[in-house]
């Protein structure tokens, strides 16, 4: 779980939103945007969790704010 929390505070960092995460006991879990609410992943694991983390970064406006819609950055 440590690793988890890591990953969840540089990637809120790195894209300058909060982030919450729901994890359900067939190992799925979803991503949403705290204040928004807007969903912004799920997947079926652990590790695809880990890698949305990792890599996933948003495309921010001038003020280093992040777009609301999200716009993710490929």
Known sequence: MEEILKLMNEF???????IAFTMYN??????????DNESLDG????EELKIFLKETQYK????????SPCVKIE
């Open 26 to 35: 067939d190992g799925s879990y979803s991503v949403k945007e705290f204040w």
């Open 12 to 18: 809120e960092k790195r894209n300058n939103m909060s």
């Open 43 to 46: 997947g079926n694991s652990i």
């Open 60 to 67: 921010l406006d001038e003020n280093g704010r992040s777009y």
